[in-house]
């Protein structure tokens, strides 16, 4: 659909994903607010990787559950291992595939994708999964580094624009809520079903 797909971060990467500056740079406490998630939420973190959002999540969703998925065996090792040393009951690890999230049918209130959807290797059939996986009021929040702006210090592959995400997931059948303008460096875009 005109984007060149990124390659995937390697799990030699997880130190930047854990980085002490992270939550200046992208005010992720703010991000969370706009998920506006409720304590019974189940939350899919999809390419979770090391758990960054998910451990946050799992203590406001405190009697729902959060899924945390990803593709790369050391990215799964990794969040087991937090689950344990956090005790967190209510967050489920799960092994996906470069086609499927691996989730049942009408299972998710929310989705969160935070800088992965631009590295799908097969967003259509990632999308088709993730859009049967979320109940009919259900919610993507779709976080991507913006393309339209030259501040953000990332390579031009590892954002995209709103316009870009808007036309691939609009094929997939989801519809642009709104694109949250809050945050200093990345789309927050929610999506809903078509
Ligand atoms: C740049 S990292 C972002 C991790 C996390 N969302 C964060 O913001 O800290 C992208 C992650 O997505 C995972 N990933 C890539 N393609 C995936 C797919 N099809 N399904 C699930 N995870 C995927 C990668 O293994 C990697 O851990």
Redesign the pocket.
Known sequence: MGREIAN??GFQGMGW?DRPEREEEENTSKLLRNMEINTNDAIA??????G??VFKMATIARKGLIYA????DE?LTELSKKKEDFKSENVRVIK?V?KS?NLQENSVDKVLM???YH???YPME?MASIKKALRPEGKIFLIEYRGEDDRVPIKKVHKMTEEQAVKELEAAGMKLERNIGNLPWQHCMVFGKE
């Open positions: 995937v971060m994903l973190d999809i390419g979770a990787g090391s960054y959002h998925i990803d593709i790369q990215m996906g470069d999230v935070v800088d992965v590295e799908f290797d990632m």
